[in-house]
């Protein structure tokens, strides 16, 4: 039984088991609004008011002006102040009352946060930061919190009581048609939790009139299911304009339809884009919903890029009763799912995966890249033949094509063409390409094309994506996805493809090629981004996931293997234990004068050879690999995840740029630690992982490691820890904001151990001893009381009063600079306090 079975079968039953946490009952994302556009000659409207009063599923919406000292409703002289008082007086009516208010305005936020918090609403405001998900209704009234502030518009300045809509909710308009290439695109909110409809009123069925026709309101509640349906996503926010009384049926009519409604997971989070099968193609995040019509039968099949699904179909039949929960796992693939070839072009043009395959060319050869080593140079006219597309899975199917690639003669007006052949005719001609500079996905009459343009003499990493089912053509440069468009049939040449060649007319390449794949399969977005980090593809098969097993063999195994497993983590622990016991006497070995990196003090490279390399690291490059070092402690080796290091080092940078910047400065960093013993820093399913062993130091990796001994430090290793850090603070002089945290961690974790030694120290009369541990504990806070009476008291040991006396006036000063206030013990209040609590 292989490694993914059980990985199968662990997760599944987690899911089950937490369904219902993460699907908390009547959700607010689960509630459905009709949104009032509130104008000035409504504001005034009695009936309007009573009708919003007594229905608990209406939410509010102005336009905004800001005028000096307060915001008024556009084209009134209505203050905001005023319609504050009327939401305050519905929410005191009401204690179950909800109310979403959504504004329309354009200026500076915190004028509208300041007249807010000053309004009688403050108390019952909710706000939500991005990334949690939205409670249960239950919880917004038990809290008082049910008032809640969205906003649209052109806004300065951030905001702790407003929603930007467009960060939380997909949003389309019943107007006009939204095509599905803008919810498949790369920038769509199909994850958001929320979903709004605007200009509902305005659905082309007819004009709206204060009371509506019987054979119209099928045609609005079949626009909201459809929608429903397409996006998997209850309708949360529908706006009406100023015609809610004539649509007070909708809500009720939404309501009636039972849902389906559930998660698709990986490890550890929601999936952020899954397709669907019904018998459309339908997209949805990773939470969904769809409605069920009484008595239909509802087959769901999802599929995500990248991934395995189980179960492969939800099938819900008008008998089956409903699941609060439905629970989809997702499985990621082995990068060597799918493969169909994989040209290294380490001095020959071998397809790893059928070695004893021969290829014939015309001009090529092969030359060292200082970046990639060994590479095949392909000029001008030359090119390598692979062979009939069939074999490579790609005629009527999806495919996935990746390489490095780099130009020396990229055409202005014309094409460098990477992989191709020359047939003609729409569908069978395919040319991966460059056309005037920017990437391009063509299956002749059948292409896109990418608003990139790339430089001669760089290396990129290219990879263009075909997935039948929605027929979207994708390009990804560098890991990120710069562009793509749905609805393209599938290739259907027959003719021979060509590495470096294409089109009836010849294109040639120009350049150098590395690292050819083909998948007869769509890759995910998290695998494109490790192929373009240079992720080995393991093409070793895994020969047990091939052989059938017996049920109840596997019944068998299970217990087997379970209680095995039981004795073994007993057996651990017990050595573990008794290990912690053994070493607690033992002295690390002193710190080598080679191929070690000092993180206390300033950063500190030495290579093997014993040559101080610090210099060389760059800034991004030394921050590149300090991240890498502490996120792999700190994460239990497990490393640091691609999407967080783009997030943290380039934060702010457009993702297209991000990927380029982090493949330069990891290649530097690469070619740095060659120089180093027994350490290297490799990519793995979407993370960076630091590897060191044997001859190779970190300080702190050492550090770090004493800190985690679960009985406390020996005194021989708050020692060696001691002098670990005595050297200074923890990269001393670097600024950059993500390490506070870190660095607050470790300073605690040096003041604890410190005093421990200082108070050994002076137990044994070691007056300098302990002022030199007390020095240091003040380097990480100089406000700690006990250093500096440890200081003192070194100093009156030794019969230096005055020097005593200056410490305890210094750190006086030190404390009313911070505090804003004077310290309030004397000199002698101190000592003797201190004395008597040691």
């Not at 990248?306 to 990621?332: C, K, R």
């Not at 468009?485 to 294109?507: F, K």
């Not at 769509?522 to 097993?549: F, H, M, T, W, Y």
Request: charged letters at 20%.
């Amino acid at each position: 039984m292989s490694s993914k079975f059980w990985y199968k079968c662990i997760v599944s039953t987690l899911l089950i088991l937490v369904s219902g946490i993460i699907c908390r009952a009547n959700d607010f994302s689960e509630n459905t609004f009709l949104v009032a556009s509130i104008s000035p000659s409504d504001y005034n409207n009695t009936k309007l008011w009573e009708f919003i009063g007594e229905n608990n599923w209406v939410a509010l919406e102005f336009i905004l002006d800001s005028t000096e000292n307060n915001a008024v409703i556009r084209n009134s002289t209505i203050q905001l102040t005023e319609v504050l008082e009327k939401i305050a007086s519905l929410a005191d009516a009401d204690e179950s009352k909800i109310i979403p208010v959504f504004v329309n305005f354009r200026g500076d936020i915190h004028l509208l946060d300041s007249i807010i918090t000053a309004s009688p609403v403050s108390s019952k405001i909710f706000y939500l930061p991005q990334g949690e998900t939205w409670p249960s209704t239950e919880y917004l009234i038990q809290a008082n919190r049910r008032i809640i502030f969205f906003v649209e518009g052109e806004i300065e300045n951030e905001s702790r009581i407003f929603h930007r809509v467009d960060d939380y909710a997909l949003q389309i308009s019943a107007s006009r048609f939204t095509p599905n290439s803008v919810m498949l695109s790369n920038e769509s909110k199909i994850n958001k939790e929320l979903f709004k409809i605007n200009d509902f009123q305005r659905l082309p069925t007819g004009s709206v009139s204060e009371r509506l026709g019987k054979n119209m309101i099928q045609d609005y509640v079949n626009f909201l299911l459809e929608s429903w349906r397409k996006y998997g996503k209850k309708p949360n926010f529908i706006g009406v304009g100023n015609t809610i009384l004539s649509f007070n049926f909708i809500v009720d009519q939404l309501n009636s339809f039972n849902s389906i409604k559930g998660q698709v997971r990986t490890t550890g989070k929601n999936l952020e884009r899954v397709y669907w099968k019904n018998p459309d193609i339908l997209v949805s995040g990773g939470k969904f919903s769809f409605p069920v019509r009484g008595g239909e039968e509802v087959i769901l099949s999802p599929f995500a890029p990248g991934y395995e699904m189980s179960p492969a179909q939800l099938i819900i039949t008008a008998e089956m009763i409903l699941q609060d929960n439905y629970a989809v796992l997702a499985t990621p693939m082995d990068l060597s799912e799918g493969l169909t070839a994989s040209f290294q072009f380490d001095g020959s043009i071998t397809n790893m995966l059928h070695p004893t395959a021969t290829y014939q060319g015309e001009k090529y050869s092969f030359t060292e890249d200082i970046d990639r080593g060994t590479v095949l140079k392909l000029p001008e006219n030359a090119n390598v033949l692979l062979g009939n597309p069939e074999q490579y899975g790609l005629p009527n199917s999806s495919f996935t094509v990746s390489c490095f690639v780099k130009f020396t003669d990229i055409l202005e007006f014309g094409d460098n063409a990477i992989l191709g052949n020359s047939e003609t005719g729409y569908r069978r001609g395919m040319h991966l390409i460059l056309r005037s500079g920017h990437p391009y996905f063509g299956l002749w009459s059948n292409d896109y094309i990418s608003e990139e343009v790339l430089d001669n003499n760089t290396w990129y990493h290219l990879t263009w994506r075909y997935i039948i089912e929605t027929g979207q053509q994708a390009i990804f440069l560098n890991g990120q996805y710069v562009g793509g468009s749905d609805g393209h049939p599938p290739y259907s040449g027959t003719s021979d493809l060509h590495i470096g060649s294409a089109l009836s007319q010849g294109a040639s390449l120009r350049g150098y090629i590395d690292n050819l794949n083909i998948w007869n399969r769509p890759l995910g977005i998290e695998e494109i981004n490790r192929l373009s980090i240079d992720e080995e593809i393991n093409l070793q098969k895994d020969a047990a996931d091939k052989l059938p097993v017996p049920r109840e063999l596997l019944i068998v195994a299970i217990v087997v293997i379970t209680l095995f497993i039981a004795v073994l983590l007993f057996i651990l622990v017990f050595r573990l234990i008794r290990f912690n016991k053994q070493t607690v006497n033992k002295v690390l070995p002193s710190i080598p004068n080679k191929n070690q990196i000092q993180l206390f003090g300033e950063f500190k490279a030495i290579n093997s050879k014993g040559e101080d390399v610090s210099a060389s690291f760059t800034p991004k490059v030394r921050e590149l690999l300090i991240f890498c070092i502490l996120h792999h402690l700190r994460n239990n080796s497990t490393g640091a995840s691609i999407s967080h290091i783009d997030e943290t080092l380039w934060e702010g940078i457009p993702a297209r740029k991000v990927a380029n910047n982090r493949a330069v400065t990891l290649n530097k960093l690469r070619r740095l630690l060659v120089e180093f013993d027994k350490i290297d820093l490799i990519s793995n399913r979407g993370y960076l992982i630091f590897k060191a062993e044997g001859s190779f130091f970190c300080d702190y990796i050492q550090a770090f490691q004493l800190c985690q001994i679960r009985e406390g430090m020996s005194r021989d290793q708050l020692e060696s820890f001691f002098h670990l850090v005595k050297v200074g603070s923890l990269l001393k002089g670097t600024d950059w904001p993500w390490l506070d945290e870190i660095r607050g961690y470790i300073g605690n974790q040096v003041i604890d151990n410190l005093l421990k030694l200082a108070a050994d120290y002076q137990k044994e009369k070691r007056t300098q001893d302990v002022e030199h541990v007390a020095q240091r504990i003040l380097d990480y806070d100089d406000l700690n009381e006990e250093a500096v009476y440890l200081q003192i008291w070194a100093q009156q040991k030794t019969g230096n009063t005055h020097l005593a006396k200056f410490h305890f006036e210094s750190f006086c000063t030190r404390y009313e600079k911070s505090m804003g206030t004077k310290y309030q013990m004397s000199f002698t209040e101190f000592s003797r306090h201190f004395a008597e609590n040691t």
